[in-house]
């Protein structure tokens, strides 16, 4: 079983400057290639000029993956089709283009949805998975991940400062000392730990980790 991720840049024919964001983006995902090798079985690439995917062996660091390619490319957005399933064809380790299987076609059915959302239907997620048999498991992700969609839209500037910081240096994670962080951004740990309650960060943080939980053991 494998994990497909395709990434759509939104309005990308209106972002000024197209090669410099292409190259910015081709730097990242090789930074995530390096730093994600043990999850990955086959490596992110930009596959068309607003496109990029990436093939993985196991969803434990998936989310953490999209977050940090959100968080290194803004103001520039994105949507995420991800596709769980099995690989047809040989696999190249060094680029995900070339191999097939249903893996890659839920993927795509998923962005194709996002991309072109059907007249009068209010996008309310950037992120879409398909590929689980169980249809209840799966609505009930696909809700979560709206849920966390409308978490991360209502934060405020200063909370979205903090929270770029903890996932950008420690991952999607919890497992950090909040005296610490707020010593590196120099605020007080009072202060730091109002931000995450009111931005609900640990509920964020949590939900996408139970998903990652429930993709490795769902077929």
């Known amino acids: 079983m494998y994990y497909a991720i395709i990434g759509d840049i939104v309005d990308s ?4 400057n197209r090669l410099e964001m292409q190259e910015k983006l081709k730097e990242f995902l090789n ?3 390096n730093d994600y090798d043990d999850s990955i079985a086959s490596k992110f ?5 607003d496109e990029f995917q990436g093939l993985l062996e196991n969803p ?10 959100e968080l290194y490319m803004k103001p520039i957005k994105f949507r995420f089709g991800i596709g769980v399933g099995n690989i047809l064809t040989n696999i190249d380790e060094k680029m995900s283009i070339g191999s097939d299987g249903p893996v890659w076609w839920n ?4 962005i194709s949805e996002l991309k072109y959302l059907k007249k009068g239907v209010k996008q309310i997620s950037n992120i879409k998975i398909s590929g689980i048999k169980n249809q209840n498991v799966l609505d009930l992700i696909n809700i979560n991940l709206c849920l966390c ?17 903890i996932v950008l240096q420690y991952g999607l994670s919890d ?15 009072e202060n730091l730990n109002k931000k995450l309650k009111l931005s609900l960060y640990y ?9 990652a939980k429930i993709l490795e053991t769902e077929r």
């Open 13 to 16: 024919k209106k972002i000024k």
């Open 31 to 33: 930074k995530i290639n």
């Open 45 to 49: 690439i930009i596959t068309l000029g």
């Open 60 to 69: 434990v660091k998936m989310f953490e993956i999209i977050n940090k390619i």
């Open 107 to 110: 993927a795509r059915n998923m």
């Open 149 to 165: 969609h409308s978490i991360k839209n209502n934060w405020t500037n200063e909370q979205r400062k903090v929270i770029e910081h």
């Open 175 to 189: 497992n950090f000392v909040q005296k610490h962080i707020a010593l590196e951004l120099g605020m007080s740990p």
């Open 203 to 211: 509920d964020y943080v949590y939900s996408q980790k139970t998903i």
